[in-house]
């Protein structure tokens, strides 16, 4: 058994499992069943929890000797998960749920950590912005005022078509957060991002599309865009910030302002791998726990540090600069027009690393509003699937053991005892919808655009 800094770690010791949802049960944590992993991740700045862990020795305290391995893109990253080549993986909030039914790749694959809020944009290229700002109003600074709203982009698409040119954005995967919120801040502005009919072998997602949507990966992104085979994308930092300072685009929105503090990624393993290794599990989001809360204590104290951290290029490998210009709580949008957005890079704050039901929920509704899942489905489905692939029973057992240990504080997380997994209703969207999880076809009837009811493609 290797034991070098297990710190205050005990071989086993009990703890109230605070979230059965219905009763309190106890369970132990005993050593880790494996020691040597794997993790996988992609090159962006939202893989920091991974980072921080096995940089700050989170993971040696555990008992855990971890290696990080960065991956070519997503779909790689879950098939290498799926097969067991890695042990588990920083993923997009919808590939657990994708993968659990069945859209793509079919396999068990839970989570019991959310690894960030916010984080990502959305750039065009310079001659877009050059249409666009004769469409947004500016401020008494002379600055566009924001949020900026699609519809400044709809005389450009217009534009496009009039001449016969499709206009293209890229996303990083189908069932990404980008690829989500890139649709909904289209469709708030009355631009149609297309459906997806999987039932008819038609995957591209562009049916009865305005603007033409797919994939690219996240580091090809600003060289996609620089070469105009794209016009616009959305993408996770530092690929936002690349495009200012590369002078190639600009972005005009980012999630923050599309909806307020919305998760982002997870932590993701096998259900298979989760039910061999246990404690192992544990031991993984108790580091990642307090690698997130590093990420936020003292009002982001600690992020030049992190910064350093995530510049090397074994991690995201962007430079310093292009780094930090999002993640110590500034955004640069039009080059020179650098605002202060202390929430764009959330790890902690709010509950950020709590896998809640209600943004599992989400996630599958706009998998079936944009025709991903092709068939109605009643809202216990929706709560049946959310429970399938969202773990908050672990992770309530890992932070317990935490806050038991005094190595993490009771008001620096949710009321265990009586945390029913949901989140209270969010309006916070940028065409102020009201998002209730518990009802999700009602929330699907208040979107204008995209399937609901009976709706089939």
Known sequence: ?????????????????????????????????????????????????????????????????????????????????????????????????????????????????????????????????????????????????????????????????????????????????????????????????????????????????????????????????????????????????????????????????????NPEKVFGVSKSWAEEYPNTHLAVVRAMIRAAHWLDENNNANRPEAVEILSKPYYVGADYDVIANSMTGTFEYEKGDKREVPDFNVFFRYNATYPYYSDAVWYLSQMRRWGQIAEPKSDEWFMEMAKKVYRPDIYAVAAQSLIDEGIMDAKDFPDFGTEDGFRPPQDDFIDGIVFDGTQPNAYLESLEIGLKGDDQI
Not at 133 to 147: A, L, Q, T
Not at 164 to 178: A, E, L, Q
């Open 1 to 261: 058994m290797k034991l070098h800094k297990f710190g205050k770690r005990l071989e086993t010791f009990s703890l109230v499992a605070c979230l059965s949802l219905a009763t309190s049960a106890f369970a132990e944590i005993g050593y880790p069943e494996k020691e040597d992993l794997k993790f996988g991740f992609i090159k962006l700045t939202d893989m920091a929890p991974l980072a921080v862990a096995y940089e700050k020795g989170f993971f040696e305290d555990e008992g855990l000797f971890v290696e990080l391995e960065a991956q070519a893109n997503w779909k790689v990253l879950l098939d290498r998960v799926i097969d067991g080549q890695l042990d588990g993986a920083h993923m997009l909030a919808g590939q657990p749920l994708g993968a659990t039914i069945g859209y793509g790749t079919q396999a068990d694959i839970i989570t019991a950590f959310s690894m960030d809020l916010n984080g990502n944009g959305i750039t065009v290229s310079n001659s877009v912005w050059e249409e666009m700002k004769k469409h947004i109003p500016v401020g008494s600074d002379g600055k566009p005022v924001h949020p900026i709203s699609s519809t400044a982009l709809k005389p450009v698409i217009e534009q496009y078509k009039d001449e016969g040119k499709p206009f293209n954005m890229g996303m990083v995967f189908p069932v990404s957060t980008h690829n989500y919120e890139l649709r909904y801040w289209l469709a708030a502005g009355g631009i149609h991002p297309g459906f997806y009919a999987p039932h008819k072998g038609d995957t591209s997602g562009q049916i009865d599309a305005d603007t033409l949507l797919s994939v690219t990966p996240p580091p090809q992104m600003p060289a996609t865009l620089e070469a105009g085979t794209i016009s616009g994308y959305c993408v996770g930092e530092p690929w936002n910030q690349q495009a200012v300072f590369k002078g190639i685009g600009v972005p005009v929105i980012t999630d923050y302002e599309i909806w307020k503090n």
